[in-house]
T-cell receptor, first 111, second 113 residues
Framework: KAGVTQTPRYLIKTRGQQVTLSCSPISGHRSVSWYQQTPGQGLQFLFEYFSETQRNKGNFPGRFSGRQFSNSRSEMNVSTLELGDSALYLC??????????FGPGTRLTVT | DQQVKQNSPSLSVQEGRISILNCDYT??????FLWYKKYPAEGPTFLISISSIKDKNEDGRFTVFLNKSAKHLSLHIVPSQPGDSAVYFC????????????FGQGTRLTINP
C-alpha cells in the first residue's frame, strides 16, 4: 500500500507571497493532520481534517488554513508568508486508531 | 509551555546494548502515547504506542513503559542496532483530542559499532 505523499518536496517563496501544499493520505485513511517542524519549536500541530471537516486546530494564526476533499486529499495554505514560516511541513494520515503515518514533508524556505 | 519533555537531546549507545529513551509529561489528561523515529529528510515513522490504561507494550526489540504516577514513559530498544541511529520523538494525545499529537523535542540516538 502506498504511503502518504506530499507535494512539492521543496519550495522557495518570498515574504508576502502565499503557498499551497498538498497531501495524499494512505488509501482508506480519512483523517489527515498537518504539523510544522522548526528547530526552535519542534513539531507542532496545525490542524486535522476528517471527512472534509476541520476537527481540531492548533495555535497558529489565521494565515494558516487547510481543507480536505471528498477523496481525503488535503491541502494547506499559508498566506502573507513571513520568514518565520520557513519550516518542514508534515502531513499525517490515520484510519481509526491514534497511530498516525507521516509523509516525507515539504521543506518551505521563505526569503 | 512544553507539555511533553525529552530532557536528553542526545544519547550514544554501543551496538548490541540496550538503549533507553525517556519522556516526561505534565498534562494528566493525556490518554495515549506514541514513539516515532525520524531520519533526516524523512517524515517520522511510527514505532510503538501505549494506552494510558496499560503500563507496558512490546513489539519485537521495542518496549514502551508507562508510569502514570510519575508521568513518565520510556522506550527500550534491545539489542540496539546501527540502523536505530535516528531522532526519536515521544508524543501524546489528550483525552478527546482526536488526532492532535503533542510532541517532545526529540532525542538523537547514535549507535556506535
Amino acid at each position: 500500500k502506498a504511503g502518504v505523499t506530499q507535494t512539492p518536496r521543496y519550495l522557495i517563496k518570498t515574504r508576502g507571497q502565499q503557498v499551497t501544499l498538498s497531501c495524499s493520505p494512505i488509501s482508506g485513511h480519512r483523517s489527515v493532520s498537518w504539523y510544522q517542524q522548526t528547530p526552535g519549536q519542534g513539531l507542532q500541530f496545525l490542524f486535522e481534517y476528517f471527512s472534509e471537516t476541520q476537527r481540531n486546530k492548533g495555535n497558529f494564526p489565521g494565515r494558516f488554513s487547510g481543507r480536505q476533499f471528498s477523496n481525503s486529499r488535503s491541502e494547506m495554505n499559508v498566506s502573507t508568508l513571513e520568514l518565520g514560516d520557513s519550516a518542514l511541513y508534515l502531513c499525517a494520515s490515520s484510519l481509526y486508531s491514534y497511530e498516525q503515518y507521516f509523509g516525507p514533508g515539504t521543506r518551505l524556505t521563505v526569503t | 509551555d512544553q507539555q511533553v519533555k525529552q530532557n536528553s537531546p542526545s544519547l550514544s549507545v554501543q551496538e548490541g546494548r540496550i538503549s533507553i529513551l525517556n519522556c516526561d509529561y505534565t498534562n494528566s489528561m493525556f490518554d495515549y502515547f506514541l514513539w516515532y523515529k525520524k531520519y533526516p529528510a524523512e517524515g517520522p515513522t511510527f514505532l510503538i504506542s501505549i494506552s494510558s490504561i496499560k503500563d507496558k507494550n512490546e513489539d519485537g526489540r521495542f518496549t514502551v513503559f508507562l508510569n502514570k504516577s510519575a508521568k513518565h514513559l520510556s522506550l527500550h530498544i534491545v539489542p540496539s542496532q546501527p540502523g536505530d541511529s535516528a531522532v526519536y520523538f515521544c508524543a501524546a494525545i489528550p483525552i478527546q483530542g482526536a488526532q492532535k499529537l503533542v510532541f517532545g523535542q526529540g532525542t538523537r540516538l547514535t549507535i556506535n559499532p
